[in-house]
């Protein structure tokens, strides 16, 4: 498994933007897919977006696409979450995971693949 680490979470403004950051150790990091995930007081961890070991595929929910970006650093160890025109609705605690193996857009979205989690950064969106 590999060592998550997130940051960059906080306390913003319906709108407004946040970058989240994760930084990877222990392992190669370009062995794995990444994907975040969050998850919302009472409610089961959902997907958000993932992206594939070399970068050049990703994939999103629906409910973010056209307004988060993931992107990786294969040189940093690091993945990213730019989110843009942020919604109460996203107020979450957003969780990065790993997985070894290759690329699908369909099980890049199913949490139970993913093997290496952090321990999560909080994002609240005020209205």
């Known amino acids: 498994q590999v060592l998550l680490v997130e940051s960059g979470g906080g306390l913003v403004q319906a709108g407004g933007s946040l970058r989240l950051s994760c930084a990877a150790s222990g392992r190669t990091f370009s062995d794995y897919v990444m994907g975040w995930f969050r998850q919302a007081p009472g409610k089961e961890r959902e997907f958000v977006a993932a992206i594939s070991r070399g970068g050049v595929s990703t994939f999103y929910d629906d409910s973010v696409r056209g307004r988060f970006t993931i992107s990786r650093d294969n040189a940093k160890n690091t993945a990213y979450l730019q989110m843009n025109n942020l919604k109460p609705e996203d107020t979450a605690g957003y969780y990065c995971?790993?997985?070894?193996?290759?690329?699908?857009?369909?099980?890049?979205?199913?949490?139970?693949?993913?093997?290496?989690w952090g321990q999560g950064t909080q994002v609240t969106v005020s209205s």
């Open positions: 995971a790993a997985r070894g193996g290759g690329w699908s857009p369909i099980t890049a979205r199913i949490k139970a693949n993913f093997d290496s």
